[in-house]
């Protein structure tokens, strides 16, 4: 039989021979022993509710509180763009798409959505206008097709999706997020990265959405261009238009309420391409990186030059090895580096504090963010 400790205690003060004296000297102990153990108890028991009470705050609150900042760049092309030969039409059209596209994409920061949607989400208004080379505005190749390239990376994960060479795809940004998130792997291509879009519910576009006449007779001009070049090595001529001598890509980099970083890049990629060229834009590292201990990077160039420089990565690598900041990273790559080798175009880049960086080496390059005291900026020429 089990005896109680009262019991016990009782027990032990009657063979003492002095019953109350000590039977109340033990239970006076006993008593205060129990007080101090619930008391500590008791302290334990507020603190445990303490900590789950600010922890439930804190996890409700982030709807509330902004932890850190957010901020959103997007890029719609660089090259040889100038204020002469630029009509004033046609630049409040590509003022017009960039505000509605960056007005977009920030609000979904605003309303605590993540990077990755507000990176998806403004890429395809972009892919959406013909006014960039990028999806319904995407260029022809030598064979008179279009053939579109996109990749997305989470800077949580590092996680990244790609596709290229696709000639059916409404919107590559969109597909290449799926690859990221639906599949093992990291780039799809051609017809294998269009069987996947069909066998995850996509609906594919038939080949005459992405015609526009603009675009068209650029191609036409192209292929005239080539035939008087004959005898020499064959390169990319650009059209006399200079709003179209540009490195057709769209893009943007973005810094959500989590501290996550995402960026993403989508192309036409050039006029009169042969062979199934693929350029800078669907190559993670090169058009497009995202890290959540250095940047987010979205590239737009000559896509040869970037891939060799493996851009965009080696901006993140120069931040992570060295320590430089975002601003100083970027400027060497781009205004350095990138020149060395014969490149040019130029890149937009955030960092996890919020600082952005949009150098380019060319005359212009279409981008916009939204400034420290939250007002929308447009830019296109070089300051």
Not at 195 to 212: C, M, N, R, S
Request: some cysteine; glycine content about 12%; proline content about 3%.
């Amino acid at each position: 039989m089990i005896m109680s400790w009262d019991a016990f205690g009782m027990r032990v003060c009657r063979a003492a021979g002095d019953e109350t004296e000590f039977f109340e000297s033990y239970f006076e102990e006993r008593n205060e022993m129990t007080n101090s153990i619930n008391l500590i108890s008791g302290s334990i028991t507020l603190g445990v509710f303490w900590v789950l009470l600010i922890a439930a705050e804190y996890t409700y609150g982030q709807g509330e509180t902004t932890m850190h900042p957010y901020r959103l760049v997007i890029q719609g092309g660089a090259g040889t763009i100038s204020r002469g030969q630029m009509t004033p039409e046609l630049e409040k059209e590509y003022t017009d798409k960039l505000l509605e596209a960056l007005n977009t994409g920030y609000g979904i920061l605003q309303k605590n959505g993540t990077s990755l949607d507000a990176v998806e989400t403004v890429i395809k208004i972009l892919e959406d206008s013909p006014l960039f080379n990028a999806g319904k505005g995407a260029v022809f190749t030598h064979e008179g097709t279009n053939e579109l390239d996109a990749s997305i990376m989470d800077g949580r994960t590092l996680k990244a999706g790609a596709v290229a060479a696709v000639k059916h795809i409404k919107n590559p940004i969109s597909l290449a997020r799926l690859v990221m998130e639906q599949s093992a792997h990291v780039m799809l291509v051609g017809e294998g990265a269009e069987a996947f879009a069909k066998g995850h519910g996509v609906q594919l576009v038939p080949q005459e959405y992405f015609y526009t006449e603009k675009r068209w007779q650029q191609y036409l001009k192209a292929k005239e261009d080539e035939k008087k070049d004959s005898g020499a090595p064959r390169k990319q001529v650009a059209p006399e238009d200079s709003s179209q001598k540009k490195h057709g890509t769209v893009g943007c980099v973005a810094l959500d309420k989590m501290g996550n970083l995402a960026a993403g890049t989508s192309t036409g990629g050039t006029t009169n391409k042969r062979f199934g060229r693929v350029g800078d834009s669907p190559i993670i590292g090169a058009g497009t990186y995202a890290d959540n201990r250095t940047c987010a990077v979205s590239a737009t160039g000559t896509g040869e030059y970037f891939i060799r420089l493996a851009v965009a990565h080696d901006i993140s690598a120069m931040m992570e090895y060295t320590g430089v900041p975002l601003e100083k990273a970027a400027q060497t790559v781009v205004m350095e580096k990138l020149p060395k080798i014969g490149g040019d175009g130029g890149v937009i880049a955030i960092d996890g504090h919020g600082n952005i960086a949009m150098p380019f080496n060319t005359t212009g390059m279409y981008r916009a963010y939204i400034d420290d005291g939250g007002k929308p900026v447009v830019k296109i020429y070089k300051e």
